[in-house]
């Protein structure tokens, strides 16, 4: 990781620096000099952490794109079945409230003369 750092801090200019010393090309010729010097192969390096074995699941490093997406076509093909079945089952249940509600009669008019007991 000691070489992660020393990259880092030899590249240790913002965004800003290194577009007025490209754009400003008269008055910051030393500064673009000694930006120009880091660069790799022209290009400004982009520096990530590497991936550590112990995240990678090997047993999948073997499968090709086709398999991969024909897979993940399957997924999606059961996801939007299960996803349709129950849209429709909410609008059965719906329905069938609907058709129970028109079978009971509910009387809105209360009588008025009613006796306790």
């Known amino acids: 990781m000691d ?3 020393l990259i ?4 240790d200019y913002s965004y800003t620096d290194r ?3 490209s754009i400003c090309g008269k008055c910051c010729t030393r500064k673009r000099a000694r930006i120009d010097s880091v660069k790799f ?4 390096p982009y520096l990530t952490t590497a991936i550590l074995p112990d995240n990678i699941i090997w047993q999948n490093m073997g499968v090709s794109y086709v398999n991969f997406y024909t897979r993940m076509l399957i997924q999606m093909i059961i996801a939007f079945v299960i996803l349709m079945l129950a849209i429709f089952g ?3 249940l719906f329905l069938y409230q609907r058709q129970l509600q028109s079978q009971v009669v ?8 009613i006796t306790k007991v």
């Open 106 to 113: 509910v009387v809105d008019n209360c009588p008025t003369n």
């Open 41 to 44: 192969d022209g290009k400004w």
């Open 3 to 5: 070489g992660v750092s």
């Open 8 to 11: 880092e801090q030899a590249h």
């Open 90 to 92: 909410i609008l059965e």
């Open 19 to 21: 577009f007025w010393a």
